[in-house]
């Protein structure tokens, strides 16, 4: 299996900032990378695949970058509906696999 | 955009069969390939499996032994078997889909159901 994995695990911001995660999986997966949005009791929500492609309707304050092994979401002014759990995915090969997350709060 | 729901059994007893459904609304359920995903009670994302279009299934080998996923062309439905269930399968699972590709992304998701397993 692929192994993704996410840092930081968890990350306090302020309205406003500009904050980067990054994801790191265990072998090469191109760019078959996805980022997720998950509030709360709620499903997650796709936000980036193919580690840049936005999207349909999600803000263009949200970014992704990065091939290979190692990829970045990047969120570039933090609104307050952008508190939530992120999390990636690789889509390059089965078991399809998940980041562990992190989690952004409100400092 | 598809819409897709699950519905089933919030609470299956232990060794039992959990059976869930995905009605799929705003496409044919004959096109895409279908997931499965499940989240414990505070913890991550776990794929389990998918259906193709093809006819074809492809599953996490932690659960192969045990989980079946078929899919209703006359219901537009996409059914998930997991049996032998213990404690540890108690989780929201979600139905996911997101086109034709074998590389898709996860493009739409149910809102997810509860399903605890408890005697």
């Known amino acids: 299996d692929i192994q993704m994995t996410q840092s930081p695990s968890s990350l306090s911001a302020s309205v406003g900032d500009r904050v980067t995660i990054t994801c790191r999986a265990s072998?090469?997966?191109?760019?078959?990378l996805n980022w997720y949005q998950q509030h709360p009791g709620k499903a997650p929500k796709l936000l980036i695949f193919?580690?840049?492609s936005l999207q349909s309707g999600v803000p263009s304050r949200f970014s992704g970058s990065g091939s290979g092994t190692d990829f970045t979401l990047t969120i570039s002014s933090l609104q307050p509906e952008d508190f939530a759990t992120y999390y990636c995915?690789?889509?390059?090969?089965?078991?399809?696999?998940f980041g562990q997350g992190t989690k952004l709060e409100l400092k | 955009q598809v819409h897709l729901q699950e519905s089933g059994p919030g609470l299956v007893k232990p060794s039992e069969t959990l059976s869930l459904t995905c009605t799929v609304s705003?496409?044919?359920?004959?096109?895409?390939?279908w997931s499965w995903i499940r989240q414990s009670p505070g913890k991550g994302l776990e794929w389990i499996g998918f259906?193709?279009?093809?006819?074809?299934?492809n599953y996490n080998p932690s659960l192969e032994s045990r989980v079946t996923i078929s899919i209703d062309t006359s219901k537009n439905h996409c059914s998930l078997n997991l049996n032998s269930v213990t404690a540890a399968d108690t989780a929201v699972y979600y139905c996911?889909?997101?086109?034709?590709?074998?590389?898709?992304?996860?493009?739409?998701w149910g809102q997810g159901i509860l399903v605890t397993v408890s005697s």
């Open positions: 996911a889909s997101g086109g034709s590709g074998y590389h898709h992304p996860f493009t739409s």
């Open positions: 705003g496409g044919s359920i004959s096109s895409y390939y």
């Open positions: 259906f193709y279009h093809s006819g074809g299934t």
């Open positions: 072998q090469t997966i191109n760019n078959y």
């Open positions: 193919t580690a840049s």
């Open positions: 995915q690789q889509s390059y090969s089965t078991p399809r696999t």
